[in-house]
């Protein structure tokens, strides 16, 4: 089971955003309707930020696999039981990166983050198809080293955006935007952030 999310903020309105993913204010936004989940076929989740929270969420996973292994008859064969047991334990590690996908540190709390939550279930080294549909992965190098994705088609989008705001110290104007998201056929409001970020 392998995760793949798109991450987004609640506000481009601070600093950290414009500095760390923004270009340094030379790089634009684009606001997306919660509609973006049905396009994408994806589950859209706001990001858990706190630990007592979290710790309930994997304890009750946790405790559901207790559960299935709990209501094995007492007369079940040894085999078959740890058998069983080990498929619980499975299923439940099926789950974790689900869980995993959807909390983060709260350090990161300033990000408020939402995600577009999907999964990719590999099976002998074939991706099994999900509800989006895509089973093609692809790497790009990155810091971090090689980075898993999925390629979108921008065809998908339009109907989602609601809006673009452009960097501060963006050097484009903005009639340039309004001009590429037309051709895009997409018309929504274009508008310079208010974040100074240089």
């Known amino acids: 089971m392998s995760a ?19 270009r340094r204010g030379r790089g ?4 997306f309707s919660p509609e973006i ?32 292994v709990d209501a094995f008859p007492p007369t079940m064969d040894a085999k ?22 959807m909390m983060k540190h709260p350090s990161f709390l300033e990000e408020d983050e939402w995600r577009l939550v999907g ?24 810091n971090e080293g090689l980075v898993p994705y999925e390629e979108v088609s921008f065809a998908d989008l339009p109907k989602a955006i609601t809006e673009v705001i452009v960097g501060y ?12 998201l037309r051709d895009k056929g997409c018309d929504v409001p274009v508008q310079r952030s208010e974040v100074p970020v240089r």
């Open 169 to 180: 110290s963006a050097p484009e104007t903005l009639d340039v935007f309004r001009v590429l």
């Open 4 to 22: 793949f999310v798109i991450s987004f903020c609640d506000k481009c309105s601070k600093s950290g955003q414009w500095l760390h993913y923004g």
């Open 80 to 101: 078959i039981r740890l058998s069983q047991t080990r498929l619980a334990a499975h299923i439940v590690s099926l789950y974790l990166p689900m869980l995993a996908a």
């Open 37 to 68: 989940a049905a396009t994408m076929k994806r589950t859209l989740v706001k990001i858990d930020y706190d630990l007592i929270s979290q710790r309930a969420r994997l304890s009750s996973l946790i405790d559901t696999g207790w559960r299935i």
């Open 28 to 31: 634009i936004a684009v606001g």
């Open 119 to 142: 999964f990719h279930i590999v099976l002998n080294g074939k991706i099994l198809a999900d509800k989006s549909g895509r089973t093609e992965i692809k790497y790009r190098r990155a």
